[in-house]
């Protein structure tokens, strides 16, 4: 499993911006893909937005236009950089990676909290 640290989270004002960083503990030319879920209380977990290791980028719609992730790989971090943040938005973030060729091939990270206040 890769290990993966996530930072950024915190608290703010609806219309304001936050960056989540997941560190990841290995290489990222051994990672194929990596992105956020979040899971908001008494709510399923849904997909934020991915990147796969050709930065070919997904989102989930209600966030194309808001959020944008992006791959620093000499420091083996993914980004996602949350603008016009809503209260819906309110969650705990998980970041993920996939490696193929690791059994199990999805690691997660601990989470962060993202607070937006209306």
């Known amino acids: 499993q890769v290990q993966l640290v996530e930072s950024g989270g915190g608290l703010v004002q609806a219309g304001g911006s936050l960056r989540l960083s997941c560190a990841a503990s290995?290489?990222?030319?051994?990672?194929?893909?990596m992105g956020w879920y979040r899971q908001a209380p008494g709510k399923q977990r849904e997909l934020v937005a991915t990147?796969?290791?050709?930065?070919?980028?997904n989102y989930k719609e209600s966030v194309k236009d808001r959020f944008t992730i992006s791959r620093d790989n000499d420091k083996n971090t993914v980004y996602l950089q949350m603008n016009s943040l809503k209260p819906e938005d309110t969650a705990v973030y998980y970041c993920?990676?996939?490696?193929?060729?690791?059994?199990?091939?999805?690691?997660w990270g601990q989470g962060t909290q993202v607070t937006v206040s209306s």
């Open positions: 990147v796969n290791d050709g930065d070919t980028a």
């Open positions: 290995r290489s990222m030319f051994t990672i194929n893909a």
């Open positions: 993920y990676a996939d490696r193929l060729a690791a059994l199990p091939p999805r690691s």
